[in-house]
């Protein structure tokens, strides 16, 4: 079986997306930052089609995030487009243009059904309404041998946690305090015994916390 | 007027004590582990008569945090003998023992008036019931033109942080995960805009995060 990986920016204060998220604003109400780490480094922006970048720790630490994957799993509202039925018009197309920095199978949560949606550069979302575990398992079948990442949201990734479905997890906290939002240790008391903490890497910019699952 | 600091420690989920904390347990279940980092370190043995420790940047940063700090301000849990009123049968002395490691004027936060308790070394517990600006007032007079450093436990942080009345903020996130207890951002929305960030740093045992109020 495939590994799953969970990699996630959150703010000091526990937040993976600031309040208010919407189709203009889609990590919330001063969300835009936390992810500022990822963007200036060169292992970002390369599969972004940009130029240049920063190396260093948080470039090894993304670098790292991004070997080795053969699928991904997101939820709906990382995906976007709104909550309920999928529109027509225009249909929503994810928030990366016509050539997403996937570049493997993409495996959408949703409670609406949907023809899968092939994408320039290897990108192929598929829209799986039968539940997380049934998204991994075609996820994992993907792969072909790799690992498989869940790319978030927050919904998504306290789910997989609280199912225990999570064999590492890489947390990337930055000095950013939001003060509200989505909070991503919202969970059950109890799904925390099954990790053990690997490894803490830290630059000016973000602190990297590495776990992986034991039981 | 006598600048307010606060340092805590958090688990990487949020929390500053573990839950179900008790007279036995002072910093809740799992949560001993909290402060590792700082108990391995040179410049916390030494207040508590300690030899040896690592040196580093957890030691510089602690070093840092205990540097000219003029008098203490901390919340009836953080000092302990349960909630109420306090007994007299044996009376509750800290949990620190003859000589407690602050060396300075300590003003404790509680509903029940009790009168000052001297210790060795220089420590004086002063009872404060009129609340957390008076606290702060007369913690200011007694540090005689050093910093008040506020201890904790979570509440005392919380209440601080919410009235805007915290000068200088660090947060050392250690790679501990708790599933439950304490959470310390669990504040109304809009505190954080009065600071800035002004510090990242990080060994393997623990990331410390420092921020200054600007507004």
Known sequence: MARLRLGLTMSLDGYVAGPHQSTDNPLGEGGGGLHDWAFAV???RAPHGLRGGETGIDDDVLAESLEN???TVMG???FGGGPGPWSEDPPWRGWWGDDPPFHTPVFVLTHHPREPLEMEGGTIFHFVTDGIEAALE??????GGKDV???GGAEA???YLAAG???DMEVHVVPVLLGSGERLFDLPAGWQDSYERT???ASPAAAHFRYRRIG
């Not at 075609?138 to 792969?143: E, M, P």
């Open 157 to 159: 990734a306290r789910q």
């Open 199 to 201: 490894r803490l890497v």
């Open 42 to 44: 060169r292992s970002f």
């Open 165 to 167: 479905l999570i064999d």
């Open 69 to 71: 994957v053969g699928a």
């Open 138 to 143: 075609r996820a994992a079948d993907a792969a």
């Open 149 to 151: 990442t869940l790319g």
């Open 76 to 78: 709906r509202n990382m």
